[in-house]
């Protein structure tokens, strides 16, 4: 039987979990549906999700149909989870994205169509909740045509609405074949020649949605079942089964980390080639380490446990091949965005990193040690949430998309770990980047150099999303690789705190100059450290070099800056533009719609909060604001913000060699 693996993915609330257990419903793996209001859906299982009403993180369950065994995958909707979402994309074969026919396209749905057409991701939309009062239908259409601006094949129409009786009546529209045609010559000579067999549009909507280049839309109800039998028809139809040679080299990817009830990690991974068995040695590793010392390293562990989705359930066994998405237990250390096997994929960011951190703060009676410890496990699960621990004050700080996410690890760490925390007020994360070029070196035994190394640094722009380039004008040879090694792993740790205390994400460093002392020992004795070159001595002398090369080119601290879309009425537009303009926004583009102003550019992500809430009171309630993190903009105003260093301090040297030494220079 062939496997499909499926997404589901929706704005918060527009009814994606109910779709899931509608879905199971029908394909009969469940005998009563959950209810997200009552806690009771099975793929919310976190105690917090069904509290909230929420998903926070994916599950994975198991259905079959007549010809295809879909793996579907709930995600959550919420734009503080969305990280989650991005884990889960790199391993489907298809989605459903869900609109709600009462509010319509909102800010997530635009963000996620607009990634899975940059993946190529085929992909249906339902739209959802036909059955409410205030549903539409042509306009919620209309709708998606103009925000999301992609190609749509309408399969039917929705009748009722708004009635519990609402229904779907299936049928290809006037306008789908026009939209087919559009991506097939032949097929538009057919159309203009006086019509298309139903045969043929039907094998041409499977092929041009199999690609990504058309989107069939249905209507429904995941709380009646109205057009969910005509979606299941959709997904067995239209989106394409997993491929992979199950007896190729093993090749998978990890997306998601969870524990075990006795603290063993447990990976969730898309298997793409091969075949996975238990007892099997497997090299796994290259994922989304956040320090020099675990990103892109390469590990390899026994497999001790497989399981697989099948029916609703999971099930152990033996060995599970290409196309199956399966739960492995034995890879110690194993990150989400690692290769299992040889190395596919990259695993690269498809949204925007976390703009927003805050300091947790321990409560009474709440052991540091241990919440260090449950904060570097939480990390595991959710790298992004980058976890800095400051040992001079003794606190640790996290990366956030917003202010839900904070809510959800203050309960995780209440339910999991028995800690309470709160945490200072959220603040906005900087970058540095690099200005110009600037060159530093010290040599080995001279100038108080209290280290038994030469290191010399050459630091330039790099353009932006390129990363840290790392390069050698001197010879490999020159010393030992570990020396070397040593080296690039601390550019790359020291690059994570620039001059003004922020990361620096794109940097071409060169060493320009090396040297080491070799191997010494006494005659009749062993090896003599105190005149021998170790990879600490590179270790601790690299920062110093890096920080002055960074001083000489200056760095510039830069601000994240939001796209934004703001729709409001137009008697409403002389109040907007001032607030917007001492909001530090830029209206880039303005326009009307109907009755509506609608004004589109960047505005500061520190003002987004502020501008949220003013937006009511400006436009009497009915303004629409979407906003999502587009690039980072040099700091133009006021104070250049600063970020407390967690390191040794490299600025200045005397603080640092006496931390690092316990002396001030040789």
């Given at each position: 039987m062939h496997l499909l693996n499926l997404g589901i993915l929706a704005h918060v609330d527009a009814g994606k979990t109910s779709l899931t257990?509608?879905?199971?419903?029908?394909?009969?793996?469940?005998?009563?549906?959950?209810?997200?209001?009552?806690?009771?859906?099975?793929?919310?299982?976190?105690?917090?999700?069904?509290?909230?009403?929420?998903?926070?993180?994916?599950?994975?369950?198991?259905?079959?149909?007549?010809?295809?065994?879909?793996?579907?995958?709930?995600?959550?909707?919420?734009?503080?989870?969305?990280?989650?979402?991005?884990?889960?994309?790199?391993?489907?074969?298809?989605?459903?994205?869900?609109?709600?026919?009462?509010?319509?396209?909102?800010?997530?749905?635009?963000?996620?169509?607009?990634?899975?057409?940059?993946?190529?991701?085929?992909?249906?939309?339902?739209?959802?909740?036909?059955?409410?009062?205030?549903?539409?239908?042509?306009?919620?259409?209309?709708?998606?045509?103009?925000?999301?601006?992609?190609?749509?094949?309408?399969?039917?129409?929705?009748?009722?609405?708004?009635?519990?009786?609402?229904?779907?009546?299936p049928g290809l529209g006037p306008t789908g074949p026009e939209v087919l045609a559009d991506h097939d010559d032949a097929l538009l000579a057919a159309?203009?020649?006086?019509?298309?067999?139903?045969?043929?549009?039907?094998?041409?909507?499977?092929?041009?949605?199999?690609?990504?280049?058309?989107?069939?839309?249905?209507f429904g109800s995941a709380v009646t079942g109205a057009g969910v039998p005509d979606l299941i028809a959709g997904v067995e139809g239209l989106l394409p089964a997993a491929g992979g040679d199950p007896a190729a080299p093993v090749s998978g990817t990890v997306f998601k980390v969870e524990r075990g009830p006795a603290g063993e990690q447990i990976a969730y991974a898309r298997i793409f080639s091969g075949t996975l068995r238990v007892r099997e040695r497997i090299p796994f590793g290259g994922g989304t380490g956040t320090d020099a010392h675990t990103a892109g390293v390469r590990a390899a562990g026994r497999i001790t446990g497989l399981s697989v989705f099948e029916r609703?359930?999971?099930?152990?066994?033996d060995s599970a091949g290409a196309g199956r998405i399966v739960k492995v237990w034995g890879l110690g250390g194993v990150r989400i965005g690692d290769a299992l096997g040889r190395p596919a994929r990259a695993y690269v960011h498809h949204f925007a990193p976390p703009t927003l951190e805050?300091?947790?703060?321990?409560?009474?009676?709440?052991?540091?040690?241990?919440?260090?410890?449950?904060?570097?496990?939480?990390?595991?699960?959710?790298?992004l949430i980058d976890v800095r621990h400051d040992e001079v004050r003794r606190e640790s700080s996290v990366s956030l998309y917003g202010e839900v996410q904070k809510e959800v690890?203050?309960?995780?760490?209440?339910?999991?770990?028995?800690?309470?925390?709160?945490?200072?007020?959220?603040?906005?994360?900087?970058?540095?980047?690099?200005?110009?070029?600037?060159?530093?070196?010290?040599?080995?035994?001279?100038?108080?150099?209290?280290?038994?190394?030469?290191?010399?640094?050459?630091?330039?722009?790099?353009?932006?999303?390129a990363g840290v380039g790392f390069r050698l004008e001197v010879e490999l040879g020159s010393m030992p690789y570990a020396f070397f090694k040593a080296v690039e792993d601390t550019v790359r740790e020291t690059l994570a705190q620039g001059l003004h205390g922020w990361r620096i994400p794109d940097a071409t460093v060169t060493m320009t100059h090396s040297g080491y002392s070799p191997r010494q020992s006494h005659a009749h004795q062993g090896f003599d450290k105190s005149m021998s070159s170790t990879g600490q001595d590179f270790r601790g002398l690299t920062p110093l070099v890096l920080t002055e090369a960074l001083r000489r080119a200056g760095t510039r601290v830069h601000e994240p800056m939001h796209r934004f879309r703001l729709e409001a009425p137009v008697d409403t537009l002389g109040a907007l533009l001032p607030v917007l303009t001492r909001l530090g926004a830029l209206?880039?583009?303005?326009?009307?719609?109907?009755?509506?102003?609608?004004?589109?550019g960047v505005v500061p992500a520190a003002r987004v909060h502020r501008l949220e809430q003013l937006?009511?009171?400006?436009?009497?309630?009915?303004?629409?604001?979407?906003?999502?993190?587009?690039?980072?903009?040099?700091?133009?105003?006021?104070?250049?913000?600063?970020?407390?260093?967690?390191d040794h301090n490299p600025l200045d040297r005397k603080e640092y060699l006496l931390k690092v030494t316990g002396r001030v220079s040789g």
């Open positions: 257990e509608r879905l199971l419903h029908t394909a009969g793996v469940i005998d009563e549906l959950g209810s997200v209001d009552a806690g009771s859906t099975r793929t919310d299982t976190l105690a917090l999700e069904r509290r909230r009403g929420i998903t926070i993180k994916s599950a994975v369950v198991s259905f079959p149909l007549d010809g295809v065994t879909v793996n579907l995958i709930d995600t959550p909707g919420h734009p503080d989870f969305i990280a989650e979402v991005e884990r889960v994309l790199g391993v489907l074969d298809g989605a459903v994205l869900v609109v709600s026919a009462v509010e319509g396209v909102q800010a997530q749905t635009r963000v996620l169509m607009r990634t899975l057409r940059r993946l190529g991701i085929p992909t249906l939309v339902f739209v959802n909740k036909i059955d409410r009062r205030g549903a539409r239908d042509e306009a919620v259409l209309a709708q998606l045509t103009r925000r999301l601006a992609v190609p749509l094949v309408p399969m039917g129409r929705a009748a009722g609405l708004g009635t519990r009786a609402a229904r779907f009546v159309y203009l020649d006086g019509g298309v067999p139903d045969g043929r549009l039907r094998a041409a909507l499977a092929d041009q949605t199999g690609r990504c280049l058309v989107h069939p839309v249905y609703g359930a999971e099930r152990r066994q805050t300091v947790v703060v321990p409560g009474p009676g709440t052991d540091r040690r241990s919440l260090h410890i449950a904060l570097t496990q939480l990390a595991e699960q959710d790298p690890v203050q309960a995780t760490l209440a339910d999991e770990y028995g800690l309470d925390v709160t945490f200072r007020e959220t603040t906005t994360v900087y970058v540095e980047r690099i200005a110009g070029t600037g060159a530093a070196v010290e040599f080995n035994k001279k100038d108080g150099n209290p280290f038994l190394a030469t290191v010399g640094l050459r630091v330039e722009p790099a353009p932006v999303g209206p880039r583009r303005t326009g009307t719609e109907a009755a509506l102003c609608v004004l589109e937006l009511p009171g400006l436009t009497r309630g009915e303004g629409e604001l979407e906003s999502a993190f587009d690039h980072y903009a040099p700091v133009a105003h006021g104070t250049v913000p600063e970020r407390a260093r967690t």
